[in-house]
C-alpha cells in the first residue's frame, strides 16, 4: 500500500481550513496536516512536514503568499501547490 498523500491548508479563514480537512480526511487515501494561516507559517510548515500537496489562499494578510509559493517551490520541489 502507498503512502497517504499528505495535504497542508494554508488560509486565514481558519472556518473553510476546518471544512477543507474534514473533507479530505473523508478520503482513504489522503491525510490533512496542520491548518496554516499566514504565508511565513506556509514556508515553516511545508519545511517541517513535506507535504505531498498545500492549498494555499492568495488573499492572505500578511506576508505575499505569490512569494512564499515562489520560495516553497524552490526549496521544496516535490510539493505540489494549489493556488486560489
Same mark, same amino acid.
Given at each position: 500500500?502507498?503512502?497517504?498523500?499528505?495535504?497542508?491548508?494554508?488560509?486565514?479563514? &481558519?472556518?473553510?481550513?476546518?471544512?477543507?480537512?474534514?473533507?479530505?480526511?473523508?478520503?482513504?487515501?489522503?491525510?490533512?496536516?496542520?491548518?496554516?494561516?499566514?504565508?511565513?507559517?506556509?514556508?515553516?510548515?511545508?519545511? &517541517?512536514? &513535506?507535504?505531498?500537496?498545500?492549498?494555499?489562499?492568495?488573499?492572505?494578510?500578511?506576508?505575499?503568499?505569490?512569494?512564499?509559493?515562489? &520560495?516553497?517551490?524552490?526549496?521544496?520541489?516535490?510539493?505540489?501547490?494549489?493556488?486560489?
Amino acid at each position: 500500500m502507498t503512502a497517504p498523500i499528505s495535504v497542508l491548508l494554508v488560509d486565514d479563514n &481558519r472556518d473553510l481550513v476546518l471544512v477543507l480537512r474534514a473533507l479530505i480526511e473523508a478520503q482513504p487515501d489522503m491525510r490533512a496536516l496542520e491548518g496554516v494561516y499566514d504565508a511565513r507559517g506556509f514556508l515553516d510548515s511545508v519545511a &517541517r512536514h &513535506r507535504p505531498s500537496v498545500a492549498i494555499v489562499d492568495l488573499t492572505m494578510p500578511g506576508d505575499c503568499p505569490i512569494e512564499a509559493i515562489r &520560495r516553497a517551490s524552490e526549496d521544496h520541489a516535490d510539493t505540489r501547490v494549489i493556488a486560489y
